[in-house]
T-cell receptor, first 114, second 116 residues
Framework: EPEVTQTPSHQVTQMGQEVILRCVPI?????FYWYRQILGQKVEFLVS????????KSEIFDDQFSVERPDGSNFTLKIRSTKLEDSAMYFC????????????FGNGTRLTVT | AQSVTQPDIHITVSEGASLELRCNYS??????LFWYVQSPGQGLQLLLK??????LVQGIKGFEAEFKRSQSSFNLRKPSVHWSDAAEYFC??????????????FGQGTTLQVKP
């Protein structure tokens, strides 16, 4: 069964550094998402992306965050200057249908900011 | 504010026993409803979803869930739990009629432990 793949599985970075989290969505999917889960808290929506642009973003997704689909397969989340509170598990997800298609999640990248 | 509540943070059941995980939502309209499962080191896997129609929905791995509009609930059930069901379970909703049904609101999650 096709999968959403995320790399790396664990990223450690120093505060103030830029990080890029990478995702390869399922190949025929058109809608892409990033979620995050801070330890002990709920999974939270960050951003959705369709047709090479952001379709919706949450309050969390401020100017420090950006997303890109640099080629036909990758979908990246960049954090420009990481803060301690950015430490979380980041999940990429994709779906092929705007309404009824299920959301497929990757295994996540655990980001630790020191 | 829109919210999803899973009242039980941690549940322990014996293998072979029945299971019910609770989920309540707070919305003005009928949402789309989902249950996801997350095993350690894994991503979120969809167990089942409710969009419309029959309020009792069947999912993978022998799970089912029932939508009760009057109670704003979408509880997950399984008649006989297996040790491999030990995982974290998340209830999630998306707004009906939303143009972005990939934007999910998640509950806190319920950790299921299975005793031999």
């Amino acid at each position: 069964e096709p999968e959403v793949t995320q790399t790396p599985s664990h990223q450690v970075t120093q505060m103030g550094q830029e990080v890029i989290l990478r995702c390869v969505p399922i190949s025929n999917h058109l809608y892409f998402y990033w979620y995050r889960q801070i330890l002990g808290q709920k999974v939270e929506f960050l951003v959705s992306f369709y047709n090479n642009e952001i379709s919706e973003k949450s309050e969390i997704f401020d100017d420090q965050f950006s997303v890109e689909r640099p080629d036909g397969s990758n979908f990246t989340l960049k954090i420009r200057s990481t803060k301690l509170e950015d430490s979380a598990m980041y999940f990429c997800a994709s779906k092929n249908d705007r309404v009824s298609g299920p959301l497929h999640f990757g295994n996540g990248t655990r980001l630790t900011v020191t | 504010a829109q919210s999803v509540t899973q009242p039980d943070i941690h549940i322990t059941v014996s293998e072979g026993a029945s299971l019910e995980l609770r989920c309540n939502y707070s919305y003005g309209a009928t949402p789309y409803l989902f249950w996801y499962v997350q095993s350690p080191g894994q991503g979120l896997q969809l167990l089942l979803k409710y969009f419309s129609g029959d309020t009792l929905v069947q999912g993978i791995k022998g799970f089912e869930a029932e939508f009760k509009r009057s109670q704003s609930s979408f509880n997950l059930r399984k008649p006989s739990v297996h040790w491999s069901d030990a995982a974290e379970y998340f209830c999630a909703v998306a707004l009906e009629g939303s143009s972005n049904t990939g934007k999910l609101i998640f509950g806190q999650g319920t950790t299921l432990q299975v005793k031999p």
